[in-house]
């Protein structure tokens, strides 16, 4: 018992960068002490004590603003950030190392009995308000946008967004050669590898990293156009174009660093200064 609490609160200071210490971890987190009523309340309600088990589950709900189903089966590591609002349903199953946010709701989509809740594969991150509802399943690694709703089966490492979900990034597929490609480009311009990662949700975020592609493929070809006119008796400069830093981009907000003014500009790029 006591080295699944180890792991919860290592969990959390592996999620939370707002977690300074343990005791504050402790006695301040309504996620961990939510769960750890659970994992009571579940034994109990395997035993046949479901009177019992629904009734500390109700005291867990009233002292942490937390609602999970004692029939609820949770993996190892689970972490619920801030917690207030969420709800998982009795046939609700949680891997490992899944990540609930507030509000919350693993719900079902029918009053039949069997299985109407659905199933979070390990790794699930499932964000602020979202709702994942009926017996589907959310495939390892997968996430789910704030105040998303979810219906249908998401496949592993996909990101889902929107009412009704729909997947806006699927699970990366084996691009080694293009991925390290673009993270030198991104070095190349100055821009942050988060900014153009090919694994990122953002759309704008997104179309600047495929820009930023095409820029160096046109930077290239044009290269390979300055070589063959140099070839062919042509005099064209065939020397590499100047690099772009975060001082460039200075003057929009984007960058810690102070933009340089004129005379420094032209000094860095006059080679007679």
């Known amino acids: 018992m006591f080295a699944r609490i180890k792991e919860d609160i290592a969990g959390v200071f592996d999620r939370d960068p707002a977690a300074r210490n343990t005791f504050e971890v402790l006695t301040n987190y309504p996620g961990l002490h939510a769960v750890w009523f659970h994992r009571v309340s579940h034994k109990l309600w395997k035993m046949e004590l479901k009177w019992l088990a629904r009734t500390l589950s ?24 801030h917690g207030m609002g969420v709800v998982i349903g009795e046939t609700a199953e949680i891997g490992d190392d899944v990540t609930l946010y507030h509000g919350v709701t693993l719900g079902g989509t029918s009053w039949k009995a069997g299985k109407r809740h659905p199933t979070l594969c390990n ?8 709702k994942v509802l009926g017996p589907i399943e959310i495939g390892e690694g997968a996430k789910i946008g704030s105040n998303s709703v979810v219906v249908k089966d998401t496949p592993a490492g996909a990101t889902v967004v929107g009412i009704p979900g729909r997947i806006v990034q699927s699970a990366p597929v084996n691009r080694e050669g293009s991925e390290n490609k673009r993270n030198e480009i991104a070095a190349k311009y100055g821009f942050d590898a988060y900014a153009v990662a090919s694994d990122n949700p953002d759309p704008v975020a997104s179309a600047m990293g495929v820009m930023v592609e095409h820029i160096h493929a046109m ?8 070589q063959v006119i140099q070839t062919l008796g042509g005099n064209i400069n ?23 003014t004129q005379q420094q500009k032209h000094e860095a790029f006059d080679p007679h200064i």
């Open 219 to 226: 930077d290239e070809r044009i290269v390979e156009l300055c």
């Open 238 to 260: 065939t020397d590499k174009l100047e690099g772009m830093s975060e001082e460039d981009f200075a003057c929009t907000g984007l960058s810690p660093v102070a933009p340089k």
């Open 58 to 81: 109700t005291f867990s709900r009233w002292l942490t603003g937390i609602e999970i189903h004692p029939g609820a089966t949770i993996g190892k590591r689970f972490f619920i950030d």
């Open 123 to 130: 790794n699930v991150v499932v964000g602020a308000g979202a």
